[in-house]
């Protein structure tokens, strides 16, 4: 989609610290990270949302979170663990409306959010 910073990420028009790429996915750094570890996964499709997903997007949902679990993994939270979040629409906090995992690791984090 023309207007969306996350399209212009993937297809390499704006720069980003890339974590990993493949056919559907991009990770990448986000540019204000909330721990020692933390990384977004991205369809590269354009959804703006979790809520805007179809029937055939199913299987990539899949995917896109099984890469999500194996890149932390590789980026060290295997053992303590990490957040995996979906923020989706105004009272999510989703603040850019491409559909993004944020994974968040490397320090201990509260439960429930403020
Ligand atoms: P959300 O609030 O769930 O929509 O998350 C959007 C995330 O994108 C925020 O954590 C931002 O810090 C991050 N972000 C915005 N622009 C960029 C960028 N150019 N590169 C990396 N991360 C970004
Ligand atoms: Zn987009």
């Known amino acids: 989609m023309e207007d969306c910073i996350f399209c212009k990420i993937a297809a390499g028009t704006i720069p980003s ?6 056919d559907e996915c991009f990770a990448f750094h986000d540019i204000s990270p ?3 570890v933390h990384f ?7 959804i703006r949302n979790i809520m805007e997903t179809t029937p055939e997007d199913e299987p990539l949902l899949g995917r896109l979170l099984y890469r999500a679990q194996k890149l932390a ?18 009272n999510g906090g ?21």
Do not use: S
Not at 77 to 89: L, P, S, Y
Not at 94 to 114: A, S
């Open 17 to 22: 610290k890339k974590v990993y790429e493949d």
């Open 73 to 90: 993994v590789e980026c060290g939270c295997g053992e303590r663990g990490a957040r995996f979040v979906i923020n989706c629409k105004d």
């Open 34 to 36: 909330q721990g020692p």
């Open 40 to 46: 977004l996964v991205i369809p590269k499709k354009h």
């Open 94 to 114: 989703q603040t850019v409306d491409h559909l993004h995992i944020h994974v968040v690791g490397g320090r201990f984090m509260e439960w429930p959010p403020g």
